[in-house]
């Protein structure tokens, strides 16, 4: 599958609101993949993501493969480490924790990735990642060791996004982290937006299509969902469609 990023840009300009269901190969058991799967085909979902912060090795590939079986939908991994790339996904967001000061999730990680991903056909798109503080911490606060940017420091928030825009990222990702107790209010998904001319990923502690809608509404151009439909499958229920 090719033009993953040229069909994201299609579809901002096109203003058509895209959603991916992240799925964590550490918490998604391969016997409940096809029904799982049959549920995100009937959803409004645009993307599959595959990925977490800590991941056995071999998992994600396993995944993957299995997910391949049931879907026609692209498959973009959102690696917590470099054992978690396959060739066997569609594409590949290549992380940089631009919120963050720890070298090894800025470039370390990445520089490892390289021989990697030469031995793949995935489509590489780099994204610049943003943690945002979201009342308790997550297993990306845990594993990069780095603190997340305060909510009341929207300008640091801001300049962040843009930085990472500026640097030559083609994404940039706000995150609120796996088990978010709140989404990222929309007052600051508006002000990062109004900055920069990269389209604009939001993801962490949604779980209703009221936070989904209002993500949109702020700006938001991807939204990504993933606690929600672990722990309460008939929310797909509720995305069959969204104004």
Same mark, same amino acid.
């Given at each position: 599958?090719? *033009?993953?990023?040229? +069909?994201?840009?299609? &579809? !901002?300009?096109?203003?058509?609101? =895209?959603? $991916?269901?992240?799925?964590?190969?550490?918490?998604?058991?391969? #016997?409940?993949?096809? @029904?799982?799967? $049959?549920? !995100?085909?009937?959803?409004?979902?645009?993307?599959?993501?595959?990925?977490?912060?800590?991941?056995?090795?071999?998992?994600?590939?396993?995944?993957?493969?299995?997910?391949?079986?049931?879907? $026609?939908? %692209?498959?973009?991994?959102?690696?917590?480490? /470099?054992? =978690?790339?396959?060739?066997?996904?569609?594409?590949?967001?290549?992380? @940089?924790?631009?919120?963050?000061? *720890?070298?090894?999730?800025?470039?370390?990680? =990445?520089?490892?990735?390289?021989? #990697?991903?030469?031995?793949?056909?995935?489509?590489?798109?780099?994204?610049?990642? !943003?943690?945002? #503080?979201?009342?308790?911490?997550?297993? !990306?606060?845990?594993?990069? #060791?780095?603190?997340?940017?305060?909510?009341?420091?929207?300008?640091?928030?801001?300049?962040? &996004?843009?930085?990472?825009?500026?640097?030559?990222?083609?994404?940039?990702?706000?995150?609120?982290?796996?088990?978010?107790?709140? %989404?990222?209010?929309?007052?600051?998904?508006?002000? /990062?937006? =109004?900055?920069? +001319?990269? %389209?604009?990923?939001?993801?962490?502690?949604?779980?209703?299509?009221?936070?989904?809608?209002?993500?949109?509404?702020?700006? &938001?151009?991807?939204?990504?969902?993933?606690? $929600?439909?672990?722990?309460?499958?008939?929310?797909?229920?509720?995305?069959?469609?969204?104004?």
């Amino acid at each position: 599958m090719n *033009n993953l990023f040229k +069909n994201i840009i299609d &579809a !901002v300009k096109k203003d058509i609101k =895209q959603l $991916a269901v992240l799925i964590d190969p550490d918490k998604m058991r391969i #016997e409940n993949v096809s @029904s799982f799967i $049959a549920k !995100v085909n009937q959803s409004i979902a645009t993307h599959i993501f595959v990925g977490g912060s800590e991941v056995d090795d071999g998992l994600t590939e396993t995944l993957v493969i299995e997910i391949k079986k049931y879907t $026609a939908l %692209p498959i973009i991994l959102f690696p917590g480490d /470099v054992i =978690q790339i396959t060739d066997k996904a569609d594409g590949i967001l290549f992380l @940089s924790l631009i919120s963050g000061r *720890n070298p090894d999730y800025l470039i370390g990680k =990445q520089v490892e990735a390289v021989s #990697e991903l030469a031995k793949t056909n995935l489509e590489i798109i780099p994204t610049g990642y !943003v943690l945002i #503080e979201n009342g308790k911490e997550t297993a !990306v606060q845990r594993v990069s #060791e780095t603190k997340p940017i305060k909510r009341s420091d929207i300008q640091i928030i801001t300049d962040t &996004a843009k930085a990472g825009e500026l640097l030559g990222m083609k994404l940039i990702y706000l995150e609120a982290g796996s088990g978010a107790t709140h %989404p990222i209010e929309p007052h600051i998904i508006s002000e /990062v937006k =109004q900055l920069l +001319n990269i %389209p604009l990923i939001v993801g962490g502690g949604i779980r209703s299509k009221a936070e989904i809608e209002s993500a949109y509404k702020a700006g &938001a151009d991807l939204v990504v969902i993933g606690t $929600a439909f672990e722990e309460e499958e008939s929310f797909f229920n509720e995305l069959k469609n969204l104004t």
